[in-house]
């Protein structure tokens, strides 16, 4: 095989009818980096043989794939993402030919899972990652930049297949989509009036665990377990506000969100996203007073369950595009 650069490989993404069952990629994914390969767990044998090396053989006892997948957000294909992180999805159309995907948190431990297809011509393989299921993903965006994401896999090892990619044109989101809003309460943030803010960032945890039985090194099951959200925003220091948010321990609701409004989808709607925390609380306020620079703050956050509100510590991501349904 000749030589290339990682720019030649392919990564395909679908949603798995059933779990483990793979398929031939729904979306076809640009991405800046990714890392998932098939790993393996191995044991050495410690006995002894009547000489001094202190082992003799070695047995693979797991095989499994796991690594991460970085890019910029697209308004089609992240969807596929979504519907692995939250595990629910109800699609609708908004209006003509754009529709409305809301994303919501299943209380279940087995949530969405996708098949993952590495079309590699450094190593002359096809090969697909089936159950993969997300264990965490972080969006971000700074001012001047392109809005991206991170995320991390674990799956069954892979399995040798034949599949050509087909790229289609996606729609993106940069920081001049992006506002974040916070208000005392979920009903509240639509009439709340955006932030001034300098970036913001959006991390989710699943603590997926593979369950393995005897008898086999491939995991029987691949399971999500309990699931974790939190971020952080930076911001002009003007005022005392959200250093005293942690201070006194006061609870608000918060949106992060991005609307394209430099594209139009269906009659007159944006594609966008919108993400919606009911309940969350600040920590690790931190003020940056450089002498010659304006003063900046840092404000950490979780999301928590809204219990009065019966509302999950996500309460909806919603996804607009021109998909039908995912």
Known sequence: MSKGIGRLCNLGLIKEASR???????????????????R??????????????DAHESY??????EGDIAGEIRDASFGLLLYGLLGTVSSAV?????????????????????????DDPLTGQDIEFRLAMLNSLSIEVALGEIVKYASSFISRPGADVSRSATYTAENKFTA??????????????GAASALSIKSVKANFGKNVMRDHT?????????????????????????????????????????RIEFINTGVTIGASSNPAIQINFPRVHFYDWEGDRVNDA???QKLNFK??????????????????NTAVSY
Do not use: C
């Not at 483990?20 to 098939?38: C, I, K, V």
């Not at 693979?60 to 794939?65: E, I, K, P």
């Not at 999301?303 to 607009?320: C, E, F, M, P, Q």
């Open 176 to 189: 001049t989509h992006a506002r974040v809003k916070i208000a005392a309460d979920l009903a509240s943030l």
């Open 94 to 118: 908004l209006e003509t030919t754009a529709y409305n995907h809301t994303f919501t948190l299943a209380q279940t431990n087995s949530h969405q899972s996708l098949g993952i297809t590495v």
């Open 20 to 38: 483990g069952a793979g398929g031939a990629p729904t979306y076809w994914l640009p991405r800046t980096s990714f890392s998932l390969d098939e």
């Open 60 to 65: 693979v006892v797991a095989r499994y794939g």
């Open 214 to 254: 005897l008898g086999t090194a491939t995991p029987e099951e691949i399971h999500n377990q309990q699931f974790s959200a939190d971020g952080e925003l930076m911001l002009n220091l003007e005022n005392e506000t959200y250093k005293d948010y942690m201070l006194n321990n006061s609870y608000r609701a918060l």
């Open 303 to 320: 999301a928590l369950r809204d219990v009065s509100g019966g509302n999950a510590a996500v309460s909806s991501i919603v996804l607009t």
């Open 294 to 296: 304006i003063g900046t």
């Open 40 to 53: 393996a767990e191995k044991v050495v044998s410690e006995e002894s043989l009547g000489v001094i090396e």
